[in-house]
Protein backbone atom coordinates (compact mmCIF):
# COMPACT_ATOMS: atom_id res chain seq x y z
CA UNK A 1 0.00 0.00 0.00
CA UNK A 2 2.01 3.48 -0.89
CA UNK A 3 1.23 6.66 0.64
CA UNK A 4 0.56 8.34 -2.53
CA UNK A 5 -1.72 7.45 -5.55
CA UNK A 6 -0.96 9.44 -9.02
CA UNK A 7 -3.90 10.02 -10.86
CA UNK A 8 -2.35 11.32 -14.38
CA UNK A 9 -2.97 11.62 -18.46
CA UNK A 10 0.32 9.48 -19.75
CA UNK A 11 1.09 12.42 -22.14
CA UNK A 12 2.67 14.21 -18.44
CA UNK A 13 3.65 10.89 -17.66
CA UNK A 14 7.58 12.12 -17.88
CA UNK A 15 6.20 15.39 -15.13
CA UNK A 16 4.45 12.63 -12.60
CA UNK A 17 7.96 10.58 -12.75
CA UNK A 18 9.96 13.49 -11.79
CA UNK A 19 7.20 14.65 -9.03
CA UNK A 20 7.35 10.76 -7.89
CA UNK A 21 10.82 11.27 -7.27
CA UNK A 22 10.50 13.94 -5.34
CA UNK A 23 7.73 12.91 -2.84
CA UNK A 24 9.68 9.85 -2.19
CA UNK A 25 12.66 11.92 -1.48
CA UNK A 26 10.59 13.66 1.16
CA UNK A 27 9.53 10.40 2.83
CA UNK A 28 6.34 8.90 1.06
CA UNK A 29 5.88 6.08 -0.84
CA UNK A 30 4.13 6.83 -4.32
CA UNK A 31 2.49 4.28 -6.84
CA UNK A 32 1.31 5.24 -10.65
CA UNK A 33 0.46 2.99 -13.32
CA UNK A 34 4.08 3.23 -15.10
CA UNK A 35 5.39 0.17 -16.48
CA UNK A 36 1.72 -1.68 -16.35
CA UNK A 37 0.75 -3.04 -20.03
CA UNK A 38 -1.97 -1.66 -21.44
CA UNK A 39 -5.68 -3.02 -21.68
CA UNK A 40 -8.33 -3.49 -19.17
CA UNK A 41 -6.61 -6.21 -17.43
CA UNK A 42 -4.68 -3.43 -15.15
CA UNK A 43 -8.20 -1.71 -14.38
CA UNK A 44 -8.42 -4.03 -11.17
CA UNK A 45 -4.72 -3.13 -10.32
CA UNK A 46 -5.20 0.77 -10.88
CA UNK A 47 -8.43 0.27 -8.81
CA UNK A 48 -7.18 -1.74 -5.23
CA UNK A 49 -3.97 0.80 -5.65
CA UNK A 50 -6.14 3.78 -5.20
CA UNK A 51 -8.57 2.51 -2.67
CA UNK A 52 -5.55 1.79 -0.78
CA UNK A 53 -3.78 5.04 -0.86
CA UNK A 54 -3.95 7.60 1.90
CA UNK A 55 -3.44 10.17 -0.79
CA UNK A 56 -4.80 10.31 -4.23
CA UNK A 57 -3.43 13.07 -6.18
CA UNK A 58 -5.15 13.41 -9.44
CA UNK A 59 -3.39 15.96 -12.38
CA UNK A 60 -5.28 17.85 -14.00
CA UNK A 61 -3.74 19.71 -16.82
CA UNK A 62 -4.79 20.72 -20.62
CA UNK A 63 -4.41 16.74 -21.74
CA UNK A 64 -6.18 15.38 -18.71
CA UNK A 65 -9.41 17.68 -18.87
CA UNK A 66 -11.16 15.19 -21.31
CA UNK A 67 -9.64 11.91 -20.26
CA UNK A 68 -12.45 9.60 -18.86
CA UNK A 69 -9.90 7.40 -17.00
CA UNK A 70 -8.99 10.69 -15.16
CA UNK A 71 -12.09 11.03 -14.42
CA UNK A 72 -13.24 8.26 -13.24
CA UNK A 73 -10.14 7.84 -10.83
CA UNK A 74 -11.13 11.63 -9.23
CA UNK A 75 -14.92 10.30 -9.29
CA UNK A 76 -13.49 7.09 -7.19
CA UNK A 77 -10.87 9.29 -5.29
CA UNK A 78 -13.58 12.00 -4.27
CA UNK A 79 -16.00 8.98 -3.03
CA UNK A 80 -12.67 7.42 -0.88
CA UNK A 81 -11.91 10.61 1.13
CA UNK A 82 -8.56 11.12 -0.50
CA UNK A 83 -8.75 12.89 -3.46
CA UNK A 84 -6.36 15.68 -3.73
CA UNK A 85 -6.67 17.72 -7.00
CA UNK A 86 -3.26 19.51 -8.44
CA UNK A 87 -3.18 21.91 -11.43
CA UNK A 88 -0.43 21.03 -13.35
CA UNK A 89 -1.46 24.36 -16.21
CA UNK A 90 -3.57 27.47 -15.52
CA UNK A 91 -6.72 25.99 -16.17
CA UNK A 92 -9.65 24.85 -14.63
CA UNK A 93 -10.45 21.57 -13.79
CA UNK A 94 -13.34 19.84 -15.54
CA UNK A 95 -17.23 20.10 -14.75
CA UNK A 96 -18.39 18.61 -11.44
CA UNK A 97 -14.62 19.03 -9.85
CA UNK A 98 -14.42 23.23 -10.25
CA UNK A 99 -15.72 23.95 -6.89
CA UNK A 100 -13.13 22.11 -4.89
CA UNK A 101 -9.89 23.15 -3.45
CA UNK A 102 -7.42 22.99 -5.89
CA UNK A 103 -3.65 23.13 -5.66
CA UNK A 104 -1.89 25.39 -8.40
CA UNK A 105 1.48 23.68 -9.38
CA UNK A 106 1.13 25.52 -12.59
CA UNK A 107 3.95 27.98 -11.98
CA UNK A 108 6.10 25.29 -9.81
CA UNK A 109 9.39 24.95 -12.46
CA UNK A 110 10.38 21.35 -10.87
CA UNK A 111 12.72 22.58 -8.09
CA UNK A 112 12.68 19.78 -5.78
CA UNK A 113 13.63 22.00 -3.21
CA UNK A 114 11.36 25.00 -3.74
CA UNK A 115 8.79 26.52 -1.96
CA UNK A 116 6.38 26.05 -4.78
CA UNK A 117 5.69 22.33 -3.01
CA UNK A 118 4.60 23.08 0.66
CA UNK A 119 1.15 23.80 0.49
CA UNK A 120 1.02 19.75 -1.73
CA UNK A 121 3.18 18.49 0.87
CA UNK A 122 0.76 20.19 3.58
CA UNK A 123 -1.96 18.33 1.98
CA UNK A 124 -0.55 14.92 1.60
CA UNK A 125 1.00 15.17 5.80
CA UNK A 126 -2.94 15.92 6.41
CA UNK A 127 -4.17 12.96 4.10
CA UNK A 128 -1.63 10.55 5.55
CA UNK A 129 -1.11 11.97 9.10
CA UNK A 130 2.35 11.53 8.53
CA UNK A 131 4.83 14.64 8.52
CA UNK A 132 7.20 14.52 5.08
CA UNK A 133 10.96 13.39 6.32
CA UNK A 134 13.12 14.84 3.47
CA UNK A 135 16.37 13.32 3.01
CA UNK A 136 18.60 16.32 1.63
CA UNK A 137 21.46 14.89 0.12
CA UNK A 138 18.48 13.02 -2.49
CA UNK A 139 17.17 16.22 -2.75
CA UNK A 140 19.89 17.70 -3.34
CA UNK A 141 20.95 15.00 -6.40
CA UNK A 142 17.55 15.26 -7.75
CA UNK A 143 18.06 19.28 -8.02
CA UNK A 144 20.74 18.54 -9.86
CA UNK A 145 18.95 17.32 -12.83
CA UNK A 146 16.12 19.96 -12.24
CA UNK A 147 19.01 22.76 -12.41
CA UNK A 148 20.89 21.89 -15.78
CA UNK A 149 17.37 20.58 -17.78
CA UNK A 150 14.69 22.96 -16.67
CA UNK A 151 11.25 22.51 -17.46
CA UNK A 152 12.37 20.54 -20.19
CA UNK A 153 12.57 17.55 -18.05
CA UNK A 154 9.39 18.61 -16.10
CA UNK A 155 6.80 19.38 -18.64
CA UNK A 156 7.75 17.97 -21.55
CA UNK A 157 10.41 14.34 -21.97
CA UNK A 158 10.70 11.36 -20.23
CA UNK A 159 13.72 10.37 -18.64
CA UNK A 160 13.39 6.48 -19.17
CA UNK A 161 16.54 4.06 -18.82
CA UNK A 162 16.70 3.24 -22.30
CA UNK A 163 17.55 6.59 -23.22
CA UNK A 164 19.49 6.95 -19.72
CA UNK A 165 21.46 4.55 -20.88
CA UNK A 166 22.22 6.45 -24.64
CA UNK A 167 22.73 9.80 -22.71
CA UNK A 168 25.40 7.89 -20.28
CA UNK A 169 27.63 6.09 -23.32
CA UNK A 170 27.79 9.94 -24.93
CA UNK A 171 28.84 11.39 -21.90
CA UNK A 172 31.53 8.86 -21.64
CA UNK A 173 32.38 8.87 -25.17
CA UNK A 174 32.21 12.80 -24.77
CA UNK A 175 34.65 13.04 -21.58
CA UNK A 176 37.36 10.01 -23.32
CA UNK A 177 37.42 12.55 -26.18
CA UNK A 178 38.19 15.56 -24.12
CA UNK A 179 41.30 14.15 -22.06
CA UNK A 180 42.72 12.46 -25.12
CA UNK A 181 42.79 16.35 -26.15
CA UNK A 182 43.91 17.19 -23.11
CA UNK A 183 46.60 14.80 -22.60
CA UNK A 184 47.97 15.85 -25.96
CA UNK A 185 47.79 19.41 -25.70
CA UNK A 186 51.21 21.42 -26.11
CA UNK A 187 52.32 22.95 -22.60
CA UNK A 188 51.31 26.29 -22.85
CA UNK A 189 47.99 25.96 -25.00
CA UNK A 190 46.57 24.95 -21.80
CA UNK A 191 43.75 27.93 -22.09
CA UNK A 192 43.35 27.25 -25.95
CA UNK A 193 42.68 23.70 -24.85
CA UNK A 194 39.99 24.94 -22.14
CA UNK A 195 38.66 27.57 -24.87
CA UNK A 196 37.70 24.54 -27.23
CA UNK A 197 36.24 22.39 -24.26
CA UNK A 198 33.96 25.15 -23.46
CA UNK A 199 32.73 25.61 -27.00
CA UNK A 200 32.22 21.82 -27.56
CA UNK A 201 28.60 21.59 -26.05
CA UNK A 202 27.13 24.72 -27.65
CA UNK A 203 28.34 23.48 -31.32
CA UNK A 204 26.52 20.11 -30.60
CA UNK A 205 23.97 21.52 -29.69
CA UNK A 206 23.95 23.75 -32.60
CA UNK A 207 23.86 20.70 -35.06
CA UNK A 208 20.76 18.99 -32.87
CA UNK A 209 17.31 19.31 -34.99
CA UNK A 210 15.25 22.66 -33.43
CA UNK A 211 12.50 20.40 -31.77
CA UNK A 212 12.37 22.16 -29.02
CA UNK A 213 11.85 26.00 -29.00
CA UNK A 214 12.68 26.58 -25.36
CA UNK A 215 16.13 24.71 -25.65
CA UNK A 216 18.48 27.52 -25.48
CA UNK A 217 16.45 29.33 -22.57
CA UNK A 218 16.88 26.19 -20.55
CA UNK A 219 20.72 25.39 -21.15
CA UNK A 220 20.69 28.96 -19.21
CA UNK A 221 18.19 27.37 -16.58
CA UNK A 222 19.69 27.93 -12.73
CA UNK A 223 17.98 29.84 -9.87
CA UNK A 224 15.17 31.92 -10.45
CA UNK A 225 16.51 32.79 -14.22
CA UNK A 226 12.54 32.59 -16.19
CA UNK A 227 11.95 29.45 -18.69
CA UNK A 228 9.44 29.59 -21.15
CA UNK A 229 6.62 27.57 -20.31
CA UNK A 230 5.98 24.95 -22.99
CA UNK A 231 3.95 22.38 -23.83
CA UNK A 232 4.52 19.37 -26.39
CA UNK A 233 1.62 18.40 -28.96
CA UNK A 234 0.70 15.09 -28.38
CA UNK A 235 2.49 13.68 -31.27
CA UNK A 236 5.97 15.36 -30.43
CA UNK A 237 6.63 13.23 -27.75
CA UNK A 238 7.28 10.05 -29.10
CA UNK A 239 9.07 11.88 -31.79
CA UNK A 240 12.75 11.06 -32.34
CA UNK A 241 13.95 14.61 -32.93
CA UNK A 242 12.85 15.66 -29.46
CA UNK A 243 14.37 12.80 -27.94
CA UNK A 244 17.92 13.40 -30.30
CA UNK A 245 17.63 16.86 -28.87
CA UNK A 246 17.60 15.96 -25.20
CA UNK A 247 20.33 13.74 -25.42
CA UNK A 248 22.49 15.92 -27.03
CA UNK A 249 21.83 18.66 -24.55
CA UNK A 250 21.98 15.72 -21.47
CA UNK A 251 25.60 14.59 -22.46
CA UNK A 252 26.56 18.18 -21.11
CA UNK A 253 24.57 17.92 -18.07
CA UNK A 254 25.73 16.52 -14.25
CA UNK A 255 22.94 14.07 -14.31
CA UNK A 256 23.46 10.29 -14.90
CA UNK A 257 21.68 6.91 -13.96
CA UNK A 258 22.31 5.21 -10.46
CA UNK A 259 25.42 2.66 -10.92
CA UNK A 260 25.86 0.10 -8.05
CA UNK A 261 29.17 -2.01 -9.63
CA UNK A 262 32.00 -3.92 -8.02
CA UNK A 263 35.15 -2.28 -9.00
CA UNK A 264 38.35 -3.95 -9.41
CA UNK A 265 41.09 -3.03 -7.31
CA UNK A 266 43.64 -2.86 -9.69
CA UNK A 267 45.11 1.34 -9.46
CA UNK A 268 43.59 3.45 -12.10
CA UNK A 269 45.67 5.53 -14.48
CA UNK A 270 46.25 8.94 -13.20
CA UNK A 271 46.61 11.77 -16.06
CA UNK A 272 48.88 14.72 -15.20
CA UNK A 273 47.67 17.39 -17.07
CA UNK A 274 49.84 20.40 -18.74
CA UNK A 275 51.18 23.27 -16.40
CA UNK A 276 52.91 26.26 -16.33
CA UNK A 277 56.71 25.71 -16.70
CA UNK A 278 57.64 28.02 -13.36
CA UNK A 279 55.72 29.03 -10.47
CA UNK A 280 53.41 31.59 -11.16
CA UNK A 281 52.76 34.74 -8.31
CA UNK A 282 49.16 35.57 -7.42
CA UNK A 283 48.14 38.89 -9.11
CA UNK A 284 48.79 41.58 -6.99
CA UNK A 285 46.36 42.11 -4.44
CA UNK A 286 43.70 45.18 -4.54
CA UNK A 287 44.78 48.45 -1.82
CA UNK A 288 43.66 47.45 1.65
CA UNK A 289 43.70 44.00 0.65
CA UNK A 290 44.59 41.17 3.48
CA UNK A 291 46.42 39.09 1.24
CA UNK A 292 49.85 39.38 2.61
CA UNK A 293 52.07 37.25 -0.36
CA UNK A 294 51.66 35.30 -3.07
CA UNK A 295 51.63 31.67 -3.00
CA UNK A 296 53.22 29.57 -5.62
CA UNK A 297 52.54 25.87 -6.78
CA UNK A 298 55.48 23.50 -8.29
CA UNK A 299 55.11 23.28 -11.32
CA UNK A 300 54.63 20.04 -12.12
CA UNK A 301 53.10 17.20 -10.22
CA UNK A 302 52.13 13.98 -10.62
CA UNK A 303 50.01 12.07 -8.46
CA UNK A 304 49.74 8.22 -7.71
CA UNK A 305 47.14 6.24 -6.68
CA UNK A 306 48.10 4.53 -2.93
CA UNK A 307 44.97 2.89 -2.26
CA UNK A 308 41.25 2.30 -3.25
CA UNK A 309 39.32 2.27 -0.14
CA UNK A 310 36.55 -0.85 -0.86
CA UNK A 311 33.97 -1.96 1.57
CA UNK A 312 30.93 0.51 1.87
CA UNK A 313 27.55 -0.62 0.04
CA UNK A 314 26.78 2.56 -0.64
CA UNK A 315 27.58 5.76 -1.75
CA UNK A 316 30.74 7.89 0.16
CA UNK A 317 29.36 10.69 1.14
CA UNK A 318 31.86 12.25 2.69
CA UNK A 319 36.07 11.39 3.59
CA UNK A 320 38.15 13.14 5.67
CA UNK A 321 41.65 12.67 7.67
CA UNK A 322 42.32 12.64 11.28
CA UNK A 323 44.23 15.51 12.58
CA UNK A 324 47.57 13.66 12.13
CA UNK A 325 47.02 12.57 9.12
CA UNK A 326 47.01 8.70 10.18
CA UNK A 327 43.43 7.89 9.92
CA UNK A 328 40.85 8.58 7.02
CA UNK A 329 37.08 8.04 7.98
CA UNK A 330 34.15 7.87 5.63
CA UNK A 331 30.78 8.39 6.18
CA UNK A 332 27.94 6.65 3.61
CA UNK A 333 24.39 5.51 2.48
CA UNK A 334 25.36 2.01 3.68
CA UNK A 335 24.27 3.76 7.09
CA UNK A 336 27.43 3.01 8.44
CA UNK A 337 30.50 5.03 8.91
CA UNK A 338 34.27 3.29 8.46
CA UNK A 339 37.78 4.06 9.91
CA UNK A 340 40.68 3.61 7.61
CA UNK A 341 44.96 3.71 8.14
CA UNK A 342 46.30 6.43 5.50
CA UNK A 343 49.08 4.55 5.61
CA UNK A 344 48.33 0.98 3.91
CA UNK A 345 44.59 1.61 3.25
CA UNK A 346 43.44 -1.13 5.74
CA UNK A 347 39.92 -1.01 7.22
CA UNK A 348 40.63 -0.51 11.05
CA UNK A 349 36.73 -0.06 11.77
CA UNK A 350 33.24 0.11 10.65
CA UNK A 351 30.96 2.19 12.68
CA UNK A 352 27.55 0.34 13.10
CA UNK A 353 23.81 1.79 14.58
CA UNK A 354 22.81 4.44 12.67
CA UNK A 355 19.17 3.36 10.95
CA UNK A 356 19.78 5.94 7.71
CA UNK A 357 22.41 7.78 5.64
CA UNK A 358 25.43 9.22 6.69
CA UNK A 359 25.60 12.20 5.44
CA UNK A 360 28.97 13.30 7.75
CA UNK A 361 31.69 12.08 9.28
CA UNK A 362 34.69 14.38 10.89
CA UNK A 363 37.40 13.74 14.22
CA UNK A 364 37.63 15.57 16.87
CA UNK A 365 40.45 18.31 17.11
CA UNK A 366 42.68 16.12 19.18
CA UNK A 367 41.32 13.48 16.66
CA UNK A 368 40.14 10.93 20.06
CA UNK A 369 36.57 10.68 18.53
CA UNK A 370 34.03 11.06 15.51
CA UNK A 371 30.99 12.39 14.96
CA UNK A 372 28.50 11.11 12.48
CA UNK A 373 25.52 12.82 11.24
CA UNK A 374 22.85 10.98 10.01
CA UNK A 375 19.38 10.78 8.05
CA UNK A 376 17.92 8.66 10.82
CA UNK A 377 17.38 12.02 12.68
CA UNK A 378 20.40 11.89 15.14
CA UNK A 379 24.02 12.55 15.82
CA UNK A 380 26.48 9.79 17.24
CA UNK A 381 30.14 10.19 19.03
CA UNK A 382 32.54 7.75 18.74
CA UNK A 383 35.99 6.68 20.16
CA UNK A 384 38.32 6.81 17.38
CA UNK A 385 40.37 3.74 18.81
CA UNK A 386 38.36 1.38 19.85
CA UNK A 387 35.02 2.41 17.75
CA UNK A 388 32.85 2.11 20.78
CA UNK A 389 29.64 4.15 21.23
CA UNK A 390 30.17 7.36 23.21
CA UNK A 391 27.19 9.09 22.94
CA UNK A 392 23.88 9.17 20.60
CA UNK A 393 22.18 12.90 20.24
CA UNK A 394 18.74 12.75 19.74
CA UNK A 395 16.19 15.80 19.19
CA UNK A 396 16.07 16.64 15.58
CA UNK A 397 12.92 15.88 14.32
CA UNK A 398 14.42 15.14 10.73
CA UNK A 399 17.65 15.03 9.18
CA UNK A 400 20.79 15.89 10.54
CA UNK A 401 22.71 17.42 7.32
CA UNK A 402 25.93 18.57 8.99
CA UNK A 403 27.42 17.88 12.90
CA UNK A 404 31.46 19.34 13.51
CA UNK A 405 33.33 19.57 16.97
CA UNK A 406 33.59 23.14 18.29
CA UNK A 407 38.10 24.12 18.68
CA UNK A 408 38.34 22.88 21.85
CA UNK A 409 36.39 19.65 21.29
CA UNK A 410 33.97 20.57 24.14
CA UNK A 411 30.64 21.37 21.79
CA UNK A 412 29.19 19.51 19.02
CA UNK A 413 26.82 21.55 16.71
CA UNK A 414 24.43 20.01 14.38
CA UNK A 415 22.14 21.18 11.26
CA UNK A 416 18.40 19.66 10.23
CA UNK A 417 15.74 19.48 8.30
CA UNK A 418 13.78 20.46 11.07
CA UNK A 419 14.85 24.06 10.55
CA UNK A 420 16.92 23.79 13.78
CA UNK A 421 20.68 23.99 14.84
CA UNK A 422 21.23 22.43 18.34
CA UNK A 423 24.92 22.49 20.46
CA UNK A 424 25.84 19.46 22.31
CA UNK A 425 27.84 18.79 25.31
CA UNK A 426 31.04 16.53 23.23
CA UNK A 427 31.67 14.47 26.29
CA UNK A 428 28.03 12.81 27.13
CA UNK A 429 25.69 14.26 24.81
CA UNK A 430 23.45 16.26 26.53
CA UNK A 431 21.98 19.14 24.90
CA UNK A 432 22.90 23.11 25.38
CA UNK A 433 21.02 25.07 23.77
CA UNK A 434 18.52 24.73 20.35
CA UNK A 435 19.27 27.33 17.71
CA UNK A 436 15.59 28.46 16.51
CA UNK A 437 14.02 31.09 13.75
CA UNK A 438 15.22 29.23 10.46
CA UNK A 439 12.22 28.76 8.43
CA UNK A 440 13.46 25.74 5.81
CA UNK A 441 15.81 23.19 6.29
CA UNK A 442 19.65 24.33 7.92
CA UNK A 443 22.28 23.04 5.38
CA UNK A 444 25.18 23.33 7.81
CA UNK A 445 26.31 25.37 10.75
CA UNK A 446 29.94 25.46 12.26
CA UNK A 447 32.18 27.47 14.65
CA UNK A 448 34.04 30.72 14.75
CA UNK A 449 37.77 29.66 15.24
CA UNK A 450 37.85 31.25 19.08
CA UNK A 451 34.47 29.04 19.49
CA UNK A 452 32.62 31.74 20.51
CA UNK A 453 29.94 32.08 17.74
CA UNK A 454 27.86 30.09 15.19
CA UNK A 455 26.90 30.73 11.39
CA UNK A 456 24.27 28.82 10.29
CA UNK A 457 23.05 28.19 6.39
CA UNK A 458 19.54 27.66 4.91
CA UNK A 459 17.17 26.85 2.59
CA UNK A 460 15.36 30.70 3.72
CA UNK A 461 17.41 32.26 1.74
CA UNK A 462 19.09 33.29 4.71
CA UNK A 463 22.51 32.78 7.32
CA UNK A 464 22.74 33.51 10.91
CA UNK A 465 25.11 34.08 13.77
CA UNK A 466 24.54 32.99 16.99
CA UNK A 467 25.96 32.89 20.37
CA UNK A 468 27.55 30.05 21.14
CA UNK A 469 27.54 29.67 24.75
CA UNK A 470 23.49 30.27 25.01
CA UNK A 471 22.33 30.20 21.50
CA UNK A 472 21.08 33.56 21.58
CA UNK A 473 20.62 34.95 17.75
CA UNK A 474 23.28 37.86 17.36
CA UNK A 475 22.90 38.65 13.43
CA UNK A 476 20.64 37.15 10.38
CA UNK A 477 22.31 37.80 6.90
CA UNK A 478 19.92 39.08 4.83
CA UNK A 479 20.32 39.51 1.29
CA UNK A 480 20.58 36.05 -0.54
CA UNK A 481 17.82 35.32 -3.51
CA UNK A 482 17.40 31.39 -3.21
CA UNK A 483 18.89 28.31 -0.93
CA UNK A 484 22.07 29.55 1.06
CA UNK A 485 24.31 26.12 0.66
CA UNK A 486 26.77 26.66 3.09
CA UNK A 487 28.60 29.42 5.63
CA UNK A 488 31.96 29.68 7.33
CA UNK A 489 34.31 31.83 9.25
CA UNK A 490 37.64 33.53 7.70
CA UNK A 491 40.32 32.13 9.84
CA UNK A 492 40.83 35.26 11.85
CA UNK A 493 36.77 34.70 12.44
CA UNK A 494 36.00 38.82 11.25
CA UNK A 495 34.06 37.66 8.12
CA UNK A 496 31.90 35.42 6.68
CA UNK A 497 31.06 33.64 3.16
CA UNK A 498 27.97 32.29 1.97
CA UNK A 499 27.10 30.32 -1.54
CA UNK A 500 23.76 30.35 -2.73
CA UNK A 501 22.06 29.02 -5.43
CA UNK A 502 21.21 32.46 -6.45
CA UNK A 503 24.77 32.21 -8.73
CA UNK A 504 26.57 34.34 -6.16
CA UNK A 505 28.57 34.11 -2.83
CA UNK A 506 28.81 36.83 -0.63
CA UNK A 507 31.36 38.29 2.11
CA UNK A 508 29.92 39.55 5.02
CA UNK A 509 30.58 41.87 8.51
CA UNK A 510 30.93 38.86 11.36
CA UNK A 511 30.45 41.12 13.96
CA UNK A 512 27.31 42.72 12.69
CA UNK A 513 26.28 41.11 9.53
CA UNK A 514 26.81 43.68 6.91
CA UNK A 515 27.63 42.81 3.44
CA UNK A 516 30.93 44.11 2.16
CA UNK A 517 30.91 42.31 -1.31
CA UNK A 518 28.65 40.05 -3.80
CA UNK A 519 30.68 38.00 -5.79
CA UNK A 520 28.70 37.97 -8.82
CA UNK A 521 30.22 36.33 -12.30
CA UNK A 522 28.93 32.12 -12.03
CA UNK A 523 26.58 31.08 -13.88
CA UNK A 524 24.52 28.29 -11.83
CA UNK A 525 24.28 27.51 -8.62
CA UNK A 526 27.25 28.08 -5.75
CA UNK A 527 27.58 25.30 -3.99
CA UNK A 528 30.32 25.84 -1.68
CA UNK A 529 32.98 28.68 -0.57
CA UNK A 530 35.88 28.63 1.91
CA UNK A 531 38.16 30.65 2.96
CA UNK A 532 42.43 29.91 2.13
CA UNK A 533 44.35 29.06 5.34
CA UNK A 534 45.41 32.79 5.75
CA UNK A 535 41.97 34.12 4.85
CA UNK A 536 42.98 36.53 1.93
CA UNK A 537 41.40 34.57 -0.70
CA UNK A 538 37.79 32.74 -1.00
CA UNK A 539 37.17 29.43 -3.64
CA UNK A 540 34.03 29.07 -4.79
CA UNK A 541 32.37 25.97 -6.78
CA UNK A 542 29.70 26.03 -9.20
CA UNK A 543 28.46 24.88 -13.09
CA UNK A 544 31.64 24.18 -14.33
CA UNK A 545 33.96 26.27 -13.45
CA UNK A 546 35.99 27.30 -9.82
CA UNK A 547 37.19 30.56 -9.18
CA UNK A 548 39.43 32.43 -6.82
CA UNK A 549 38.49 35.94 -4.82
CA UNK A 550 40.00 38.35 -3.07
CA UNK A 551 38.83 37.73 0.22
CA UNK A 552 38.78 41.69 1.37
CA UNK A 553 37.01 43.72 -1.89
CA UNK A 554 35.37 40.48 -3.61
CA UNK A 555 37.96 41.36 -6.98
CA UNK A 556 37.77 37.90 -9.23
CA UNK A 557 41.35 36.48 -9.04
CA UNK A 558 41.21 33.38 -11.09
CA UNK A 559 38.95 31.47 -12.78
CA UNK A 560 39.89 27.35 -12.83
CA UNK A 561 38.02 26.77 -16.45
CA UNK A 562 36.02 24.44 -17.75
CA UNK A 563 37.03 20.60 -17.38
CA UNK A 564 34.06 19.37 -16.23
CA UNK A 565 30.25 19.82 -16.18
CA UNK A 566 29.32 20.76 -12.45
CA UNK A 567 31.82 21.08 -9.57
CA UNK A 568 30.38 20.09 -6.23
CA UNK A 569 33.16 21.02 -3.75
CA UNK A 570 36.93 23.13 -4.01
CA UNK A 571 38.85 23.37 -1.05
CA UNK A 572 42.70 25.00 -0.14
CA UNK A 573 45.79 22.86 0.13
CA UNK A 574 47.31 22.96 3.83
CA UNK A 575 49.66 26.02 2.48
CA UNK A 576 47.15 27.31 0.71
CA UNK A 577 49.07 27.08 -2.62
CA UNK A 578 46.93 24.14 -3.99
CA UNK A 579 43.04 23.48 -4.80
CA UNK A 580 40.97 20.28 -5.06
CA UNK A 581 38.04 20.50 -6.66
CA UNK A 582 35.67 17.48 -6.97
CA UNK A 583 32.84 16.66 -9.98
CA UNK A 584 30.54 15.00 -11.44
CA UNK A 585 32.02 13.62 -14.49
CA UNK A 586 33.93 11.01 -11.97
CA UNK A 587 37.45 13.04 -11.80
CA UNK A 588 38.66 15.07 -8.78
CA UNK A 589 41.39 17.86 -10.01
CA UNK A 590 44.33 20.03 -8.64
CA UNK A 591 44.93 23.35 -9.40
CA UNK A 592 47.39 25.72 -8.93
CA UNK A 593 45.91 28.05 -6.42
CA UNK A 594 47.38 31.23 -7.69
CA UNK A 595 46.56 31.52 -11.17
CA UNK A 596 44.03 28.87 -11.98
CA UNK A 597 46.01 26.18 -14.16
CA UNK A 598 45.21 22.66 -13.82
CA UNK A 599 47.78 20.61 -12.29
CA UNK A 600 46.96 17.38 -12.49
CA UNK A 601 43.85 14.93 -13.19
CA UNK A 602 42.72 12.07 -10.66
CA UNK A 603 41.25 9.81 -12.48
CA UNK A 604 39.59 6.00 -11.82
CA UNK A 605 36.20 7.08 -9.89
CA UNK A 606 33.02 4.86 -11.72
CA UNK A 607 30.16 7.87 -10.32
CA UNK A 608 30.44 11.54 -8.79
CA UNK A 609 33.35 12.70 -6.88
CA UNK A 610 31.12 13.89 -3.75
CA UNK A 611 34.06 14.99 -1.70
CA UNK A 612 37.55 15.46 -1.89
CA UNK A 613 40.60 16.66 0.65
CA UNK A 614 44.10 17.61 1.33
CA UNK A 615 45.58 15.73 4.24
CA UNK A 616 46.87 17.78 7.21
CA UNK A 617 50.25 18.12 5.67
CA UNK A 618 49.11 18.43 2.04
CA UNK A 619 51.13 15.26 0.80
CA UNK A 620 47.38 13.13 0.26
CA UNK A 621 44.26 13.91 -1.00
CA UNK A 622 41.71 11.44 -0.02
CA UNK A 623 38.29 10.88 -2.67
CA UNK A 624 34.91 9.47 -1.64
CA UNK A 625 32.61 9.15 -4.41
CA UNK A 626 28.95 7.41 -5.39
CA UNK A 627 31.42 4.30 -6.53
CA UNK A 628 30.94 3.06 -3.44
CA UNK A 629 34.71 3.47 -2.95
CA UNK A 630 37.04 6.19 -1.81
CA UNK A 631 40.63 6.31 -2.94
CA UNK A 632 43.55 7.68 -1.67
CA UNK A 633 46.21 9.50 -3.73
CA UNK A 634 49.93 10.67 -3.29
CA UNK A 635 50.83 13.94 -4.35
CA UNK A 636 54.97 13.45 -6.01
Keep these: MADVFISYRSLRQPSVRHLKRVLEAHGYSVWFDYGLLSGEEFAPVIERELREARAAIVIWCRHSQGSHWVREEADLALALGNYLPVLLDPIEPPFGFRRLDTIDLSAWDGDPRGPGLDRLLEQISKKTGRDPAPQYKTLVELQLVWRDTGRIAWAALPLDEKLAAQIEEKRKAAKAQAQEAEAQAPQGALAQAQEAEAQAPQGALAQAPRAVPAMDATRNAAGTAPIPSFVLPEWVVPAGAAVLALVMLLIWSPWKPEQRVVYEPEPAAVEPAPAAEAPVAAPAPAPGSVVTE ?9 PRLLHVLKGHGGYVWSAAFSPDGSQIVTGSSDHTARIWDAKTGALRATLKGHGGWVFSAAFSPDGARIVTASSDDTTRIWNAQDSTLLATLRGHKSNVNSASFSPDGARIVTASDDKTARIWNASDGTLLAT ?54 FSPDGARIVTASDDKTARIWNASDGTLLATLSGHERFVNSAGFSPEGGRIVTASDATTRI ?88
Design 549 to 636: WNASDGALLATLTRYSPFVFSAGFSPDGARIVTASNDDDARIWNASDGTLLATLSGHGNYVSSAAFSPDGSQIVTGSRDNTARLWALE
Design 435 to 488: LSGHERFVNSAGFSPDGARIVTASDDKTARIWNASDGTLLATLSGHERFVNSAG
Design 294 to 302: PVTAPAKIT
